[in-house]
Nanobody, 131 residues
Framework: QVRLVESGGDSVQLGGSLRLSCSTDIPFSDYLMGWFRQAPGKEREGVAAIESDGVTSYTDSVKGRFTISRDNAKNALFLRMSNLKPDDTAMYYC??????????????????????????WGRGTQVTVSS
């Protein structure tokens, strides 16, 4: 049973910042780790990914504003979000996709996180940005 527990979501004003955390018990070396989000009435969207070797990638709309990181010693994953916009409002989920992440046809880590075909995720944490 894979455990992924998100925290840190909150309601903030336009331009605000948040740091999401994900506590897990899985070995980072075996998984692509990342965050996806889903807003009501919208499709799931991969947001940020970090591969086993530490390479990171982001969806275009958050580049320069979001930073994904991890603490291997604490088995924790983080998402630092700054300059938040109302369009960032969504439930944010921590996800783990076993290697290889492209087994279901995804061509990039962000695409893999945006698909519900495969992997594990937590219950999510709500981020609300008001103008």
């Amino acid at each position: 049973q894979v455990r992924l527990v998100e925290s840190g979501g909150d309601s903030v004003q336009l331009g605000g910042s948040l740091r999401l955390s994900c506590s897990t018990d899985i070995p980072f070396s075996d998984y692509l780790m990342g965050w996806f989000r889903q807003a009501p009435g919208k499709e799931r969207e991969g947001v940020a990914a970090i591969e086993s070797d530490g390479v990171t990638s982001y969806t275009d709309s958050v580049k320069g504003r979001f930073t994904i990181s991890r603490d291997n010693a604490k088995n924790a994953l983080f998402l630092r979000m700054s300059n938040l916009k109302p369009d960032d409002t969504a439930m944010y989920y921590c996800a783990a996709i076993p290697h290889p992440y492209d087994r279901m046809g995804a061509t990039t880590p962000i695409e893999a996180l945006g698909s519900d075909d495969y992997g594990f995720w937590g219950r999510g944490t709500q981020v609300t940005v008001s103008s």
